[in-house]
């Protein structure tokens, strides 16, 4: 996981470890205690349904019930580790750690050493950090921000719960109506269209055109579309108008020559040809 998941490798970093040495421990860990004895290993081998403590089926009912209490169809990585990490403290408390042998484990809280087993300084990361920054990162970083004017609500509000139950982070603001209670919204909106989502889906019309609000997150979006490397605002015209430094050539999908899915499709599409960058 720690190699398959960007946004873990930098929440181990961020705590003082450090995810490079740290796989490289847990390999060196896997490889002298590894117990093979020739027979080929099946799932069905291990599990029963009366085995209630199988690790795997309990990992992927946590997963599941994580991607439903989030109204998504589909399992991200962060339902996985935080399943993980549930399934372990729930088996092995913290006040367990007193029957570790090595003294550096027996602490009144769980790390990723206790999972492994081993101590490490490139593993000494608690639980509870871990598992505060993954309940945070939808709100932390999108996937994409949705700029449009209120006169276009319908339409950034049906492609907006299309994305977020498949699993995409998305900036929406009815989505985010309590975060952004009490919140200065000029410097909020402009770090999140200027700097937290991959992507910005910008939906031009004749009413996006003149508002103000919009004017601020198109004018953070193009910033952050100077320093990227890769396309950032994917425009989506509901008309023809011509909008301030979005350059006619510019690649657009027309909403008077597609539906609702198939744009939720090319952004999904889009989405996962993006490199694992930090945003």
């Not at 205690?33 to 946590?62: A, H, M, P, W």
């Not at 580790?81 to 403290?89: A, E, F, G, T």
């Not at 699993?167 to 009815?174: E, K, L, T, W």
């Not at 006619?248 to 008077?256: K, S």
Request: proline share 3%; with cysteine; aromatic share 12%.
């Amino acid at each position: 996981m720690i190699n398959k998941f960007p946004e873990f490798k930098e929440i181990i970093n961020k705590y003082g470890g450090n995810s490079k040495l740290a796989t490289e421990f847990i390999e060196e860990i896997i490889d002298r205690n590894i117990d093979y004895d020739g027979d080929k290993y099946t799932v069905e081998d291990n599990y029963s349904t009366e085995n209630e403590l199988n690790d795997r089926f309990q990992t992927i009912d946590g997963c599941i019930r994580n991607s439903k209490e989030n109204n998504r169809f589909v399992i991200n990585e962060s339902d996985i580790v935080l399943s993980i990490l549930d399934i372990y403290d729930n088996a092995y408390p913290p006040y367990d750690n007193g029957l570790f042998n090595d003294i550096n484990l027996q602490t009144p809280y769980n790390t990723i050493c206790h999972i492994v087993g081993y101590f490490s300084e490139y593993l000494w990361v608690k639980i509870d950090d871990i598992r505060w920054e993954l309940s945070n990162l939808y709100k932390k970083n999108y996937d994409i921000a949705i700029s449009f004017a209120g006169e276009d609500r319908k339409t950034a509000e049906e492609i907006a719960e299309k994305l977020i139950r498949l699993g995409i982070r998305v900036f929406y603001d009815n989505f985010e109506r309590a975060n952004l209670w009490g919140k200065n919204l000029y410097t909020h909106l402009s770090d999140v269209y200027g700097e937290k989502a991959k992507y910005c889906l910008m939906i031009v019309s004749k009413s996006y055109e003149k508002k103000h609000w919009t004017n601020l997150e198109r004018q953070a979006a193009q910033a952050k579309a100077f320093r990227e490397e890769h396309e950032y605002i994917l425009p989506l015209r509901l008309d023809d108008t011509e909008i301030p430094g979005l350059l006619p050539t510019t690649g657009y999908v027309d909403i008077r020559d597609t539906d609702i899915s198939e744009i939720v499709e090319l952004i999904i599409q889009k989405i996962s040809q993006t490199p694992n960058t930090k945003t």
